[in-house]
């Protein structure tokens, strides 16, 4: 079946330095979603890409997907210790499923 | 409703009593997903329900692990037989597939076994 891997499974990070994290897929994707859960709460959507080579911004983040639409980033310009907690990717499939990625657990040092 | 409702948010049980977990969707979602999260640990995939198709159940790490879905609404996961690896927080999520899919989650269930 289709699997979603996403590294690394940790990043510990000074605040003010960057930080990625990547996703890859077995199949081809209709389109790749990633979602933040704060620590004691629930994954929420953060944003949904769908064309081929397509990158997006939200303020510091910055995401990609992939030219064959098998991967994606997603980027973290100088961190915050807001922005501590775990993003996932989640990979749509043709035929509606959506797969998570293991998540990547951020931790900001001030 | 508003959001994805799962109840209860906290249960304790006994090592080898059945526990009964619900979700109730946000009306008209037609896809249903089951995760377990331990503690510091990603997503594991349980189940998921789309519409009336045969739900993907192949996740579900047991025979003591069940879900069903009626009505294409309110979903409960029954976990049988309850072992201390069984704790951990039960997630729920859905989406309208095919128009904005992306997955609302509900707040979990925290299942302790002792």
């Known amino acids: 079946g289709q699997q979603v891997m996403q590294i690394p499974q940790y990043q510990h990070v000074q605040e003010g330095e960057d930080f990625t994290t990547y996703c890859n897929s077995s199949?081809?994707?209709?389109?790749i979603q990633w979602y933040k859960q704060r620590p004691g709460g629930h994954p929420v959507f953060l944003i949904q890409l769908v064309k081929s080579g397509e990158v997006k911004k939200q303020k510091r983040l910055t995401f990609q997907f992939g030219e064959a639409k098998k991967n994606s980033s997603l980027h973290i310009t100088a961190t915050q210790t807001t922005d501590v907690g775990t993003y996932f990717c989640a990979g749509l499939t043709s035929y509606g499923k959506l797969t998570f990625g293991q998540g990547t657990i951020l931790t900001v040092h001030p | 409703g508003a959001g994805v409702s799962q109840s209860p948010s906290n249960k304790v049980t006994e090592k080898g009593k059945d526990v009964e977990l619900r979700c109730d969707p946000i009306?008209?979602?037609?896809?249903l997903y089951w995760y377990r999260q331990s503690l510091g640990q990603g997503l594991e995939f349980l189940i998921y329900?789309?519409?009336?198709?045969?739900?993907?159940k192949s996740g579900l790490p047991s025979d003591r692990f069940s879900a069903e879905r009626t009505g294409g609404s309110v979903s409960t996961l029954t976990i049988q037989r309850t072992q201390q690896e069984d704790s951990a927080v039960y997630l729920c999520a859905s989406s309208l597939m095919g128009q904005g899919p992306e997955a609302f989650f509900g707040q979990g269930t925290r299942l302790t076994v002792v």
């Open positions: 199949t081809t994707l209709s389109n």
């Open positions: 329900f789309q519409g009336n198709s045969a739900p993907d």
């Open positions: 009306s008209g979602h037609t896809a």
